[in-house]
């Protein structure tokens, strides 16, 4: 077995080096050349376009750094859990949109229609259209616990301005994060965030102590930012819970997601987080639970009213668009949203009210879109989620058992309903997300993600799984017996799952 962590230290000083190396020697095997070279084969016209891309788009998402999928593609369409690629290849597709697709899959006919009536006549953005108060009126009702909301564009402007009304209400400066969260890429939210952009496990986590956490962003143009802006608070450790409490009259807010991507495990993320609200609440300092992936994503309340977590602001992203078209909010207590609301005399505003607006806030389209999506989801109610979990439960049963059977560390780790991927995990504690990072082997992940591209499952850059009502049962059975096929490749290859210790 490749020893990565091992082989990491023998060059001196250069641990990222060292590990490039080991990772090199995996990824050279002439089994693995010869599966690019089939799959280079297959997508001429992705591979061409591809390259002309690079030389003019930074942002694409097939160039996002620290997700860049393996040769990417050019898709051309998509429909419920498949896409098509502009070589004619189909997939089905387990990425979704970074799961905003997850609930009723691509282009639902209901919300393709919906957009359609409006196309051609909406006025664009800057305006009151009624859709807007009847959508209004909609999240009110299915997020009964909120008793205002804030519309942006993306989950990193939710977060953004959950914070900024925070600060605004508290007059305070310091935000407290937990290690590991990620709540966009925002400035404070790119401090001590999920494993992979800090290079783990070949890169060391930052000295943790009893007073938290070092603060470090290895993102270049990230400045490093002041003890008096952020406090990095230990995961899934009641330390954490001391640290608010010592804080408490220099803290504008604590942000923490019910369960993250980061340490996909519900059942020891939910009580952590719980006392971390529940702290916040006795020493009065704004809670912001952040559910952009899990709102109405675990029941459809989300996970604030499922496991009665107490926030005073919730951000929402990613599902509460529909079609893709760009769609945030906040919903929380009316006092701390109210600094975004006019007093109704601008002048007056001075001083007392933020500004959190910008051109395309609460776009046109998207809330029409998210009218007829969200409307989907209430008329289906729980036999949405019932059938869900149903379908998860399978299958995460089936690769537990395959995995058994075969000898194989594989597993399908997630959250709600559902937001998860296929993992390696190598034996011993999972009690945070520094044992989750030292347990994955991220090289295995790759080459589980080539491997399921070949076969004609799509996960992007990693293999993810988000799933809903976009995947039928048939559709994860497909899943499930591309995805064995792949693991007894690797196994026949003897392919390290886990990283030796
Ligand atoms: N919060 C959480 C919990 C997220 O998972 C993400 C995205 N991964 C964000 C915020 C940022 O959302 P967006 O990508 O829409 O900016």
Redesign the pocket.
């Known amino acids: 077995m490749v020893n990565l962590v091992e082989s990491s230290g023998t060059v001196a000083g250069n641990p990222a080096a060292a590990g490039n190396a080991a990772v090199a020697e995996l990824l050279t095997q002439p089994w693995i050349i010869e599966t690019l070279r089939e799959l280079a084969a297959r997508h001429p016209g992705s591979l061409r376009r591809v390259a002309e891309l690079r030389a003019l788009d930074a942002s694409s998402p097939i160039f996002w750094p620290f997700h860049a999928p393996p040769l990417p593609l050019c898709t051309a369409e998509a429909w419920g859990a498949r896409i098509r690629d502009v070589d004619g290849n189909e997939f089905v597709d387990c990425h979704l949109g ?1 799961g ?1 697709q997850a609930l009723h899959g691509h282009n639902p006919e209901p919300v393709v229609r919906a957009v359609r009536e409006v196309l051609g006549r909406s006025t664009g953005n800057g305006y009151f259209p009624p859709v807007a108060l009847e959508h209004m009126k909609l999240l009110a009702e299915l997020l009964p616990h909120c008793e205002k909301f804030a519309l942006f ?7 953004y301005a959950a914070i900024r009304l925070a600060r605004a209400y508290t007059g305070r400066r310091l935000v407290a994060k937990v290690e590991g ?5 925002h400035d404070l ?1 790119m401090h001590n965030t999920a494993f992979w952009y800090h290079g783990h496990p070949m890169v060391d986590f930052p000295p943790a102590g009893p007073e938290g956490v070092a603060p470090v962003s290895p993102l270049a143009g990230v400045p490093a930012v002041d003890a008096q802006d952020l406090l990095v608070l230990p995961h899934c450790d009641e330390l954490a819970w001391e640290l608010v409490e010592r804080h408490r009259h220099e803290l504008a807010c604590v942000i923490a ?1 019910p369960v ?2 980061s340490f996909p495990f519900e059942e020891k993320s939910l009580p952590f987080v719980k006392g971390l609200a529940e702290t916040c609440r006795r020493v009065r300092v704004p809670f912001i639970l ?5 709102g109405f994503r675990s029941g459809i309340h989300g996970m604030a009213v499922r496991y009665g977590i107490p926030a005073d602001l919730i ?1 929402y ?2 599902v509460i668009s529909a079609l893709g078209l ?1 769609l ?1 909010a906040v919903g929380g207590r009316a006092a701390l949203l109210d600094a975004a609301q006019t007093s109704g005399m601008s002048l007056a505003d001075l001083g007392h009210k933020t500004c959190l607006n910008t051109t395309h806030l609460g776009n046109h389209l998207a809330l029409v879109a998210s009218h007829a999506s969200l409307s989907l989801l209430r008329d289906q109610g729980e036999a949405y989620y019932d059938e869900t979990r149903a379908k998860v439960a399978w299958l995460r049963g089936a690769v537990r058992r395959f995995g058994e059977t075969h000898d194989i560390p594989i597993y399908l780790v997630g959250f709600g309903d559902f937001i998860g991927s296929f993992a390696f995990l190598a034996d011993g504690p999972l009690r945070n997300v520094r044992d989750l990072a030292r347990a994955i082997n991220p090289i295995a992940m790759y080459v589980l993600t080539l491997l399921l591209r070949k076969r004609g499952v799509f996960t992007f850059s990693m293999p993810l799984l988000f799933t809903g009502g976009a995947h039928s049962r048939e559709d994860l059975e497909l899943v499930y017996d591309r995805l064995t096929d792949a693991l007894l490749e690797m196994k026949r290859h003897r392919f390290p799952f886990v990283l030796a210790s």
């Open positions: 970074w905003a564009n993306s989950g990193t402007d939710a977060t969260g990620l709540h966009g890429v939210a997601e993250s991507s952040d559910e952009v992936l899990t951000t992203g990613k760009p945030s």
